[in-house]
């Protein structure tokens, strides 16, 4: 036996098919190769098409891993429509796999060498490349800069679905689009400011991410611009040593000097020469044994110059020489400890009474777990740490120093960071479908009638400490209007439903409101009102289909009442709703201008190369709009088991953001078995909410 392939290129997916010599005449079949896949993703075909008789009772007979032989858990078969599933893919080799496959047709078993193919790719790219190791930018030039670098990948990968760059917080300077390029970002609010800043590069795709560290550096350059010491006046004791704090420069570091002008004596001062400066530094310094007289003051103007210029500071500092400069005294140096919250902002002053004159306050040697979490007010010695910062349950000893000219001393704050009393991150209503335990499924209630709905009352539990108040409040998403919640106690009587239809409804609960330590959790209650319909019930159960939209994956199947199981075909149809419940998206329609659904819809219709968004239409979620094409469709009700299969990577916005939220579509069947009739079939109901989230 031997194979005959024949391929060409579609839309960025190849095609093969081959047919059996001895029988080439009774059965071609083909499939699309798989080439955009990587660990962790799923994947499920589509149906393969065929020429001759019918298939079925299709099996993967082998499985090679570039041209070895393997075996394999993560490749399986659907026996009816031949649709190949990929799954476990966690630890699949990087390479080409190929399945030969066998069906049955006309009475006969065929066999089809290496018909499927997989090109499994890494996970992230080997490496980056960088147009430029720099992206330099003028200060003056910030408002009409259009320089930018470009991020090019190295080595196969799967497909990059977004990168991003690593800055700190409050200098997110420069941005990168999806098409890696770099440039100053347009969206920064807040002055822009000079220096070097290393710039990580994060790639995300659909399998993973990686950060690039060391491949490019953002330079705003420009000549000096200001000059600020953290007191900007000092005293020294007549005949002592004298050393400034050091000073901060607005401009460019690079190739940075600082040099006095000149020195300008106050009124009955003598001239000095003895006032010094580190160029490398900016530290201003009087030697010891000076002689400056009593009462002396003495106004330092500085020229500081870098790679892009000279600047004239006049007044940067001032110095007055006293007779006495008090040392400080370590004993009256102390902290009262301070009993703090995770998360919760917190300040520290030093004790009242403290001696000493011109004394500086710095930080010590910082634990691990509180570094870059904490800072200190050289002039006061006052200590915080902002709201949200992620210093761990714990105790610890934080080194302070003060010192002025004639010495320091060192003490300790003692912090103790407690658990947030305010704390939570559950909340439970449950479910009447009998689901345990109860808070690993959505808060889901379905009844059969409208007076079992509204005469439900739902209390929630929580795992907020006891003893703590909460405050709760109501938002209907999707029907549910009039509905009540008592604000103290959380019970919550839903109202306005209709037949067939879902509801939606979203708690949040707060605890310590106005406090420092507040803390809000919101969550989905999800309600189905199902009868039957042309004497047909349609029960899922859960009703509530959580899938992670990264991944993808298939629904229970439902019990369905009431008709012949064979004859019994359903389909979405129309009405299609998403509700946003956390990042960026809008809720809407396919038709809704700026909806996360118009985003979907128009990436569906991209995807199979139409220039048209049909925004009311069902083809995007149709299994038969899309049975020669299922890995197109954003989902679609298996016509066999009426599972419900969400495609991976399909329910993400342009930005590679993945939805966060509920989508809910009517569906339509028949019980004939005719698949021409259900798009125009008056049967029609909701049965099924969809929660995305990439926990799940």
Request: hydrophobic share 35%; net charge negative.
């Amino acid at each position: 036996m031997s194979l005959v392939v024949t391929a060409f290129l579609l839309g960025g997916v190849l095609f093969t098919g081959c047919k059996d010599d001895e029988t080439s005449d009774a059965l071609d079949l083909y499939y699309s190769e798989v080439v955009n896949i990587g660990p962790s993703m799923l994947f499920n075909s589509d149906a393969p098409t065929y020429y001759g008789p019918a298939p079925s009772d299709f099996a993967i007979t082998g499985i090679t891993l570039d041209d070895a032989a393997v075996s394999s858990e993560s490749f399986s078969i659907n026996a009816v429509t031949g649709i190949v599933s990929i799954t476990n893919t966690e630890t699949l080799e990087p390479g080409v796999y190929k399945l030969t496959i066998s069906c049955l047709a006309g009475g006969a078993r065929y066999t089809f060498k290496d018909i499927f193919t997989v090109r499994m790719s890494p996970a992230t790219p080997e490496a980056l490349t960088v147009s430029a190791p720099t992206l330099e930018i003028p200060y003056a030039d910030l408002e009409t800069t259009e320089a930018s670098v470009t991020v090019e990948p190295v080595g196969e990968s799967v497909s990059i679905q977004s990168y991003s760059l690593v800055q700190p917080e409050g200098q997110e300077y420069f941005s990168i689009t999806s098409a890696g390029v770099v440039s100053l970002n347009a969206n920064f609010k807040g002055e822009v400011m000079p220096g070097n800043y290393p710039l990580p590069i994060r790639v995300k795709t659909y399998a993973g991410e990686m950060t690039y560290e060391g491949l490019l550096t953002g330079r705003i350059t420009s000549l000096p611009l200001s000059v600020s010491y953290p007191s900007s006046a000092g005293r020294i004791e007549t005949d002592m040593a004298f050393s400034s704090t050091t000073p901060t420069l607005k401009g460019s570091p690079d190739g940075l000097s600082w040099a006095i002008r000149q020195v300008r004596p106050g009124e009955n001062s003598p001239e000095t020469d003895l006032i010094k400066i580190d160029p490398a530094t900016g530290v201003i310094s009087v030697d010891a044994g000076n002689g400056l007289p009593i009462d002396a003051v003495y106004t330092v103007d500085l020229t500081v110059t870098n790679d892009f210029g000279s600047a004239d500071f006049d007044g940067a500092f001032t110095l007055t020489v006293v007779d006495y400069i008090e040392p400080i005294d370590a004993a009256t140096f102390a902290y009262d400890p301070v009993e703090a919250i995770q998360g919760g902002e917190f300040t520290a002053e030093k004790r009242a009474g403290f001696v000493g004159d011109e004394a500086v306050f710095a930080l010590g040697t910082l634990p691990a777990e509180v570094e870059g979490q904490i800072t200190i007010d050289a002039a006061t010695g006052k200590i915080s740490a902002a709201k949200g910062h992620s210093i761990p349950l714990g105790s610890y000893a934080i080194p302070v120093v003060a010192s002025n000219l004639k010495g320091q001393a060192e003490t300790t704050l003692q912090l103790t960071v407690n658990e947030n009393p305010y704390y939570f991150t559950k909340i439970v209503y449950g479910n009447n479908l009998g689901l345990e335990p109860a808070e690993n499924y959505a808060n889901q209630y379905r009844c059969a009638k409208e007076s079992e709905l509204t005469s439900l009352k739902l209390m929630p539990t929580t795992d907020a400490k006891p003893g703590t108040q909460l405050s709760w409040s109501i938002q209907t998403k999707h029907q549910c209007s009039g509905s009540l919640i008592d604000s103290e106690t959380g019970e919550l009587s839903p109202k306005g439903f209709k037949a067939n239809n879902g509801g939606l409804i979203l708690v949040t609960a707060t605890a310590g409101k106005g406090k420092v330590g507040e803390t809000s959790v919101t969550v989905p209650i999800f309600f189905s009102f199902i009868q039957a319909v042309n004497g047909v019930t349609v029960h899922y159960t859960p009703f509530v289909f959580q899938v992670n939209p990264r991944t993808g994956g298939t629904s229970v199947a439902p019990t369905v009442d009431g008709v012949e199981p064979s004859l019994f075909l359903m389909d979405y149809r129309r009405t299609f709703n998403y509700y946003n419940f956390a990042g960026p998206h809008t809720d809407g329609q396919p038709a809704t201008a700026g909806s996360f659904m118009n985003t979907v819809w128009t990436s569906y219709y991209t995807s199979i190369g139409s220039s048209e968004v049909k925004t009311g239409s069902k083809d995007p979620v149709s299994y038969y709009s899309n049975a020669s094409r299922l890995s197109s469709a954003l989902c679609y009700v298996d016509p066999v088991t009426k599972s419900l299969v969400v495609n991976p990577n399909k329910w993400v916005d342009a930005n590679g953001v993945a939805a966060n939220g509920a989508f809910i579509g009517q569906m339509t069947f028949v019980t004939d078995g005719n698949e021409g009739g259900v798009s125009d079939s008056k049967s029609q109901i909701f049965p099924l909410w969809v929660w995305f989230d990439e926990k799940f």
